[in-house]
């Protein structure tokens, strides 16, 4: 029996295990949401705008380490899904994107709604696909899901045209795909390896620096062997952070720009660097001339063109991180011996000192305006026990996040590291809400950045996705102003918000709910109503404006030099001092 | 240092600006491309010239494996190769520059392929060096167009020892 595309589409979707789908409708994908409307296997979720869908695929797939699939339309749907196709790229997420296509005889017309799809996602993609002839579809979505899933992951794109969705064709699904310039290397080079457990065994300060590689290939339980095994501490990237246990004693936090004091010292001041599935982003190296200056550097990761990027290497492993680090502890099992502790206690002894010195600090006065890492930090407390999956926005907020939320486990932590997109977090929480109904899914966004995709609140309501939002609500781009306040003498050029809206109403008027912490006293009762909450909520937190994230390492500056607190002048302008007047402070704090 | 690099890559539609994109999008050069069908008209044949230091000729080659339709990539640089490049050239001729022109044609063994009263059209082949100096010779004429191919190249054959080969072709 001959099926028509649109049917072939939905069949291959269900071959993939596909049962949820993020999409938008328009004029050239409309024969597959008619196909769709009259199936059940699949649900459709009606999102407001293309950039929510794509998110949504995203945390979809990052929760659940499989594609996250959405279909947009043709021209402005195409468009407006760029920007998630652009971050999935970026952080390498298995996202099978659909898009309508005018019909084949047309392309190429400037007909209605027409864009070059293919030409727009080129720099975005993984891969993408132009589906000419109904007889391909099948073999095409076929190696869409393959490419996207398999190697370092990534966004795909399938272009469909209209007439190619309402052709018919015979239906068969490969079993197996088989492209002769595809064949990601999994297993590393033993050899290789074998120097690596090595200069791990000669190593007298080494340390662990994963990142989100490891929460791709499902390598945890190996990490975990082989850091406890060795007595090795372990440097989360943001995006590896949930790769190791953030209350492990060998953890040391999040490494980079916004990384701990311990977690940059140990890196700076290591003789061997062991990076797995981390690519050395600018956030993390700092001046790269500067970089580790006494470290041999071995690097396992699954893209050849992540190594030697920008750091030198001395020990490269192509590879997967799970299989190689399987291959690794195995050699390590048979040597290591009670020795490498006594060999490391200098090492570790150094690691304590510094986390003495400079532990993660704030300052919450009891009667003082909130602060915004105790509200992530009651967050954490309170939700620890019910494993909660964790989305960011963008900004100081994302910061604190990935500071005080300590992760116990891996696919629970929803941000946006390469592209660093505005807007993300919500719709990516959703995607997650999706794919596990029953668990707690928050949102810890900022008040500049769920603006950019509060629309998808109709959709959280209407798909009963009860995501938790926690906006830390300081009326700026905080972020921004930041780096104004450190680097640009304090001109808050465009990052005052200048007027948000009352979120708790914005919540109501949407059918969500809408609560606020108006003090501190307030902060946990609320948090737990919240919680107790069956529905989508907002928590308005409306929090100090001033308080800046800390330590930080300016942009291309050096691991060991980071800032530890506002410079004196800054202080001095914050108690009362002469820039920031008190209107701004009000609007700021009554926002 | 200027690298040639062989890419064998599918022969469909798009690959051509997958290449480009990858090249313009990163920032490396390319200083020619040349790109045919092989004998298997499946694949095609890129000869990609371009330049950078060590690193940046090593994230050539790997972000060019990268890409899912390149099949094979191949650093020139790295064994022996020939490469050859042809130019077509069109010179003004007044009467007296005629019998110039075909000493020249004559000395780097180029051909007239076309020739008008006031032009000759010459066709020569051979590394850039040679077509440099055939430029150069000819501007004093007036060169009315120049178009260039762009380098093509392949490995050398290993030479192997002459025992060896004898071998071999007896047990073939
Ligand atoms: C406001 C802001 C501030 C930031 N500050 C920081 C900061 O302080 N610290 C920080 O770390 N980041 C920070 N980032 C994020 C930063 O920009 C990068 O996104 C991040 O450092 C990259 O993380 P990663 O190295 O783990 O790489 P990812 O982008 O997660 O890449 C994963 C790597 O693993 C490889 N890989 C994938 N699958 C496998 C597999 N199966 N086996 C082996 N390897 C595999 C990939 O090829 C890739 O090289 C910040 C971002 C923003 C927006
Ligand atoms: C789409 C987009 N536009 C602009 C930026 C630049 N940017 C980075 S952080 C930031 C401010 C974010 O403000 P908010 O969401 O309120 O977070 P805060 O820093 O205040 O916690 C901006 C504008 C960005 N990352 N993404
Ligand atoms: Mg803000």
Redesign the pocket.
């Known amino acids: 029996m001959k099926l028509t595309g649109a049917e072939i589409f939905i069949e291959c979707l269900k071959r993939e295990g596909v049962k949820t789908l993020f999409a938008l409708p328009g004029g050239v994908v409309l024969k597959i949401f008619d196909t769709l409307h009259q199936q059940k296997d699949i649900e459709v979720i009606l999102t407001r705008h293309e950039q929510g869908a794509g998110h949504m695929a995203e945390g979809y797939a990052k929760a659940t380490g499989k594609a996250g699939v959405c279909l947009v339309t043709s021209g402005p749907g195409m468009t407006n899904v760029i920007t998630a196709l652009a971050d999935a790229y970026m952080d390498s997420v298995p996202v099978v994107c659909f898009s309508g296509q005018v019909p084949t005889s047309l392309i190429g017309n400037d007909a209605f709604q027409e864009a070059d799809n293919i030409g727009l996602s080129r720099p975005c993609t993984k891969y993408n696909f132009l589906v000419k002839d109904v007889n391909d579809l099948a073999a095409t979505i076929k190696e869409a899901f393959y490419i996207a899933t398999t190697g370092r992951p990534g966004p795909v794109l399938v272009d469909i045209p209209k007439d190619v969705s309402m052709a018919k064709a015979d239906f068969t699904y490969p079993n197996s795909v088989s492209i002769r310039g595809y064949n990601p290397t999994v297993e590393g080079n033993k050899w290789q390896i074998k120097q690596a457990a090595e200069a791990i065994m000669k190593a007298k300060k080494p340390i662990l620096y994963v990142g989100g590689g490891v929460v791709f290939s499902g390598a945890s339980q190996e990490l975990l062997e082989l850091a406890e095994m060795t007595q090795i501490p372990v440097d989360m990237t943001l995006m590896g952070l949930g790769a190791f246990p953030g209350e492990h004693p060998l953890s040391m936090g999040m490494l980079g720009m916004h990384g701990t004091y311990q977690a940059n010292m140990a890196m700076h001041y290591s003789d061997l660097v062991i990076a797995i599935g981390a690519r050395f982003d600018d956030r993390v190296t700092g001046k790269v001339s500067e970089f580790c200056p006494h470290a041999k550097v071995i690097h396992v990761d699954i893209d050849p063109t992540s190594i030697r990027k920008n750091i030198h290497v001395d020990i490269p492993i192509v590879g997967d991180c799970r299989t190689v680090l399987r291959e690794l502890n195995q050699i390590l099992r048979a040597t290591v011996n009670g020795e490498q502790k006594d060999l490391r206690k200098p090492w570790w002894d150094q690691i304590r000192e510094w986390q003495q010195a400079h532990p993660l600090t704030y300052h919450q006065e009891k009667d003082g305006p909130v602060k915004p890492q105790q509200v992530v930090k009651r967050l954490y407390e309170l939700t620890k026990d019910r494993d909660p999956i964790v989305a960011t926005?963008?900004?100081?907020?994302q910061m604190w996040a990935a500071q005080y939320f300590k992760l116990a486990k891996p696919n629970r932590w929803l941000t946006s590291g390469g592209l660093?997109?505005?807007?993300f977090g919500f719709p990516a929480a959703m995607g997650a809400q999706a794919a596990f109904r029953d668990r707690l899914v928050l949102c810890i966004a900022?008040?500049?950045?769920i603006q950019?995709n509060m629309q998808e609140m109709a959709t959280a309501v209407l798909s009963k996705l009860p995501v938790k939002i926690i906006i830390?609500n300081?009326g700026?781009?905080?972020?921004?102003r930041q780096w104004q306040d450190l680097f640009y003498e304090g001109r808050y050029a465009s990052s005052n918000l200048g007027t948000t809206p009352d979120f708790v109403k914005l919540a109501e008027a949407y059918g969500a709910v809408g609560l606020r912490v108006k003090k501190v006293g307030d902060l946990d009762a609320v948090l737990k109503e919240a919680l107790a909450t069956d529905k989508p909520v907002i928590v308005d937190v409306p929090t100090y404006p001033y308080e800046n994230c800390y330590p930080m390492i300016p942009a291309g500056g050096c691991n060991h030099e980071m800032i530890l607190e506002d410079p004196p002048e800054l202080k001095m302008k914050q108690s009362g001092g002469a820039k920031v007047t008190p209107e701004d402070k009000d609007t700021v704090l009554t926002a | 240092m200027e690298h040639i690099i062989s890419v064998t890559v599918e022969n469909k539609f798009g690959v051509l600006s997958r290449v480009a994109g990858l090249f313009s999008g990163r920032g490396f050069n390319i200083e020619s491309l040349s790109v045919a069908p092989t004998l298997d008209p499946s694949m095609s044949q890129m000869t990609i010239v371009t330049s950078g230091d060590e690193r940046i000729i090593e994230q050539i080659v790997k972000q060019l494996n990268k890409l899912i339709d390149v099949i094979k990539v191949v650093d020139l640089n790295e064994t022996e190769f020939v490469s050859r490049e042809t130019a077509i050239i069109k010179v003004h001729t007044k009467d007296v520059d005629r019998a110039e022109a075909l000493r020249i044609v004559d000395i780097f063994r180029a051909n007239v392929i076309d020739s008008t009263p006031t032009t000759y059209t010459i066709e020569v082949s051979g590394d850039p060096k040679k077509i440099e100096a055939i430029i150069n010779l000819l501007q004093p004429l007036g060169i009315k167009e120049l178009v260039r191919t762009g380098r093509v190249a392949v490995a050398r054959e290993p030479v192997r020892p002459a025992a060896v080969q004898a071998k071999k072709v007896a047990r073939e």
Do not use: I, P
């Open positions: 926005d963008v900004g100081q907020h660093g997109t505005m807007g900022g008040d500049g950045s950019m830390l300081n700026f781009h905080g972020m921004v």
